[in-house]
Nanobody, 115 residues
Framework: QVQLVESGGGLVQPGGSLRLSCAASGSIFNIYAMAWYRQAPGKQRELVARITGGGTTNYGDSVKGRFTISRDSAKNTVYLQMNGLKPEDTAVYYC?????????WGQGTQVTVSS
């Protein structure tokens, strides 16, 4: 079974940048659109950005213009470049398919934006 492993999170000051990676253990990008989701403490999980098989991208209003999702199908990896980070971006970030499938939820990677 394909597994998704997120990495790249950390502690960053407001205005800083991080690049998250999501590595798939198998080829699923040709089957599903992929997305980054996040969940902040006490809040519901939300979709942050998604990318289709054709490369079309969509972003949540709160990250539009600051985050960029990309995909390297040869490496079975999806990326999320996050610039201009704000404290409200603090959350655990996950990657999954669109729509999200329970079997693909991983541990996520923690992003903390704080001075």
């Amino acid at each position: 079974q394909v597994q998704l492993v997120e990495s790249g999170g950390g502690l960053v000051q407001p205005g800083g940048s991080l690049r998250l990676s999501c590595a798939a253990s198998g080829s699923i990008f040709n089957i599903y659109a992929m997305a980054w989701y996040r969940q902040a403490p006490g809040k519901q999980r939300e979709l942050v950005a998604r990318i289709t098989g054709g490369g079309t991208t969509n972003y949540g209003d709160s990250v539009k213009g600051r985050f960029t999702i990309s995909r390297d199908s040869a490496k079975n990896t999806v990326y999320l470049q996050m610039n201009g980070l704000k404290p409200e971006d603090t959350a655990v970030y996950y990657c999954n398919t669109v729509p999200a499938l329970y079997k693909y939820w991983g541990q996520g990677t923690q992003v903390t934006v704080s001075s």
